[in-house]
């Protein structure tokens, strides 16, 4: 079992920053895959961005040049740095880790006009 703790959503205005963290606990292997996806209501959760145990990243082409994804293995937590925020990115932001399909709680980020 691995457990996924996530921090550091809010409100912010629009051109603003935030950055979420997620922290694994739990059996975590040591080759993994940590995401980010992002799910608005009526809408399918989608990826937003991915980091590879070795550093490989990929990005949703919605938030490249914007969102920066980076890891602690050390620490074994993701973060998502988002930079010039958009109301459009407004969604709750979930945590997701590979192998074992596990899901953090969310957390809400809203981004006003």
């Known amino acids: 079992q691995v457990q996924l703790v996530e921090s550091g959503g809010g409100l912010v205005q629009a051109g603003g920053s935030l950055r979420l963290s997620c922290a694994a606990s739990g059996r975590i292997f040591s080759i993994n895959v940590m995401e980010w996806y992002r799910q608005t209501p009526g809408k399918q959760r989608e990826l937003v961005a991915r980091i590879f145990t070795g550093g490989t990243t990929n990005y949703a082409d919605s938030v490249k040049g914007r969102f920066t994804i980076s890891r602690d293995n050390a620490k074994n937590t993701v973060y998502l740095q988002m930079d010039s925020l958009k109301p459009e990115d407004t969604a709750a932001y979930y945590c997701?880790?590979?192998?074992?399909?596990?899901w953090g709680q969310g957390t809400q980020v809203t981004v006003s006009s």
């Open positions: 997701h880790f590979v192998p074992g399909n596990y």
